[in-house]
């Protein structure tokens, strides 16, 4: 006999961590850093701070391996009245909105608490501050995982003489740390290249402290919260827009104010195709018309490309820098694409090659990948860019060698970008921006061709 | 400013379709016949009723590529009054269970149901008739997003004069055939394969009809839900336990009622390790002491292994008659491995090895990975068995050229396998498993080795 049930998402996360990057000990521990620090930078570039971020991982109990991760930044806070949510209940966020992000699903600091809670039992302590306020707020809280609300053990607030502001969170976890070391080390270092406006201290568990200085004050442009864009719109998406309308909108008038790149003429032409009469009510539209509509706007071909407001690259000059900064190359270059869209989503992919110098030679090149300015360090070989780079022919390029020192870096930002897990380390193949990353590559690439054309021109000359 | 919200599970998978296997159009057909196919395994073979299995595909729109999938089958069938759940309520499912089935997450045919209403609006329909009913129910339902609740646009039922059981859903998909032909038969074929005591319709939207009939009447034997080994329990399972406690047990009746592998010696020696007195009521536990109870029973080293009982292996017999049948190899070995358990989830492996006759040669085996019976078709270099296979140095088995007919297949059933998403295509690295399927596909290897040797010695015998 089928016995049936519903289970809430926090008993779905907590039964399957292999979902959220939790599989073992060693990248539970990754996963915890990485998914914190993330939410530390949210809560600074993207809000005008310069980032201060100070991570701590200390083992607190010689027999059972618990450690003690804390890690503390200067962001903007988080109101008291949403903390016990944003810690202690799964699909709850502030980025679930049209603008580039490293948070995008809700789940990351909850799969933090959720693994935390499976073998110890200290609560997770937050202490917060928002920008602005006079008070620090504290909490101690875990998840009540089958009804998917927090529990608060704790709640106090003192005043902020100091006018301090940001977040700092405890977690207790069992780990591994001698098996996750490299690769938490990996991914500060790779974050670090890249954001040459923060700063990071890091303490390991065998008490080396490692200090990253910021190395200027220019931030880079914070992305902007745009609208959906029509390309790739889908039948649900307009239902939720309707749904979550503020004004009586017609139809004509829904279209140019709930998505981007939509004046009066594109609305016009697309409710001629679709059929559907410009003064319809938008609430009133039928499922039919509403299908039509989708139809006709997934065709469209004069859209304007989508905005780039939303988005926050890298730019070609910060990823020169950082390939010279940690491969002493012999060259270097660099190329960001223009904006693209895939289902409504703009994303842009930028590529940096570096050759030669002080880099090993092997007989692939090393990849570095990134989304949305965070390395990814994990599932390599199921990665888009990945394969990508791997269906290149680098002979093509001038490089005849079996072995060869190359290191590829390819950057994909975008609204959403689609990974393959919730764990966020590998990204899945879709079509548009697959073609973007060979383009991307092989563009930076006929720059290592010329290099490689004149430096063995050169050769052949001092030969003679 | 940073706005705060919460979202349902079904909003949460619409938004990241590529999180469940949907990730393009042809993936999306795939997917949809795959998560229906294995709900209509689930529903016969495990119910002692021999498959039989009638898919449709068919194309229904000429301009736009709208496909119907119908799937047929005489299972168990589902009771009226939770298909609105089944099919409308994310995360809601009859296999929440420690039982080795195909089904595990409460997502497969809800995700096929969110995709189907992103690009079309036709309802999903379902025909259904419990075993033993003497109606037919049918009802027509879609999935309120935001609610996360089935919205029912029709229900009717009819008497049931032939006594029929099972289920028939019909879903509407914009998909991409040409695209995803070739793997959706590749699906089918390796599912026939290893499950002889089914037949198979398969329609395709050419026209093409397959019939892949019944070889045999003899069914494996179902596996049986059991309780969970103590190995690898955590706190919150221990909670929920004593959470859904229906008696009022001592910490000691606890132990012993709620786990297989403990009995009453075992129990006094846990609780006299955690220092817990057999008598406190499970109830009154506090989180200290479940902590400590955690702690030692993750250490003990005396629990008997779990119990093979809630697994359904394939077998070597029928490993090596699939293997033979597809490959006319010159020769075949296969392994089936003792029970072990990861996290308290016991789970076995099975490895079969085909070599030469009709295998075509080539620098790497064909891998052909299953899971829970299921065969895994995408995302073949992120799975834990690739990664085994390639670092197996096939020259100690006797494999002297560059370029060899060789075929590995790997099996792993458990009460949960560990997969990387919840789109079920690569299996996770969990160190126990990767170690048994190490183990498996060696002592498979080791037959060929034999081989090997006795050909070379023949041949040497010849040339005298
Ligand atoms: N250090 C922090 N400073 C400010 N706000 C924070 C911080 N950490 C978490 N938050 C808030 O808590 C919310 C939930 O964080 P969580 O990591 O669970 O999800 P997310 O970052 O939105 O998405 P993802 O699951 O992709 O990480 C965030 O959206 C953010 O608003
Ligand atoms: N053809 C069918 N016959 C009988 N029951 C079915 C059938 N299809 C679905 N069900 C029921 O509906 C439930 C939900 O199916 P769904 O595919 O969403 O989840 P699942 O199979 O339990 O897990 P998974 O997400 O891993 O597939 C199943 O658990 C099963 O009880
Ligand atoms: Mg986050
Ligand atoms: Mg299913």
Redesign the interface.
């Known amino acids: 006999k089928?016995?049936?049930?519903?289970?809430?998402?926090a008993e779905?996360f907590?039964?399957?961590p292999?979902?959220v990057g939790f599989?073992?000990p060693s990248r539970a521990l990754y996963q915890s850093v990485r998914e914190t620090v993330e939410n530390s930078l949210d809560a600074t570039d993207i809000h005008l701070i310069l980032p201060s971020v100070k991570v701590s991982l200390d083992r607190i109990d010689l027999e059972?391996e618990v450690y003690r991760l804390t890690i503390e930044d200067n962001g903007?806070g988080i109101p008291p009245q949403?903390v016990p949510?944003?810690f202690g209940?799964v699909?709850?966020?502030?980025k679930?909105?049209i603008r580039q992000t490293r948070g995008m699903?809700?789940l990351g600091v909850k799969a933090v608490l959720?693994y935390s809670?499976?073998?110890?039992?200290r609560p997770f302590e937050v202490q917060t501050s928002p920008r602005g306020s006079n008070r620090v707020y504290y909490f101690k809280l875990k998840i009540d995982?089958?009804r998917n609300e927090p529990i608060i053990f704790h709640r106090s607030s003192i005043e902020n003489p100091t006018g301090w502001h940001g977040t700092i969170i405890t977690v207790y976890l069992v780990g591994d740390w001698l098996r996750s070391k490299q690769k938490i080390y990996e991914y500060i270092k790779r974050t670090y290249i890249l954001s040459p406006y923060a700063e990071f201290t890091f303490r390991d568990p065998e008490g080396n402290i490692t200090y990253y200085p910021r190395v200027t004050n220019k931030l880079p442009r914070p992305p902007e919260e745009v609208k959906p864009h029509p390309y790739g719109v889908?039948?649900?998406l307009l239902k939720?827009l309707i749904?979550t309308l503020r004004y009586q909108y017609d139809v004509r008038s829904f279209l140019i104010n709930e998505f981007q790149s939509i004046g009066e003429i594109t609305a016009e032409e697309i409710l001629k195709q679709a059929g559907v009469s410009s003064s319809t009510p938008a609430s009133k539209l039928t499922?039919?018309q509403?299908?039509k509509l989708?139809?006709v706007m997934?065709k469209y071909e004069k859209f304007r490309p989508p905005s780039a407001d939303a988005l926050s690259t890298l730019g070609e000059e910060l990823i020169t820098i950082g390939l010279n900064k940690v491969f002493s190359p012999d060259m270097v270059s660099a190329e960001t694409r223009k904006p693209k869209a895939y289902q409504g989503h703009p994303f842009i992919v930028e590529a940096g090659i570096a050759y030669g110098g002080a880099i090993p030679p092997s007989e692939f090149p090393i990849v570095l990948r990134y989304a949305n300015k965070i390395p990814l360090v994990y599932?390599e070989?199921?990665d888009v860019i990945w394969k990508v780079v791997e269906e290149i022919d680098w002979r093509r390029y001038g490089i005849e060698e079996n072995q060869f020192p190359l290191v590829v870096l390819v950057h994909l930002c975008s609204t959403?970008v689609?990974?393959?897990?919730?764990g966020k380390e590998?990204i899945?193949?879709?079509?548009e921006i697959e073609k973007e990353i060979k383009f991307a590559i092989m563009s930076a690439a006929r720059q290592l061709r010329l290099f490689l054309l004149e430096r063995k021109k050169q050769e052949d000359e001092r030969k003679r």
């Open positions: 089928e016995r049936f049930a519903s289970i809430s998402p779905f907590k039964r399957n292999e979902l599989s073992n059972k903007i949403v949510n944003a209940k699909l709850y966020s502030s679930y909105t699903y809700g959720l809670q499976m073998y110890q039992d995982i089958s889908d039948i649900e939720y749904a499922d039919d509403i299908s989708v139809e997934k599932d070989k199921s959403k689609p990974y393959k897990s919730a590998s899945a193949d879709v079509e």
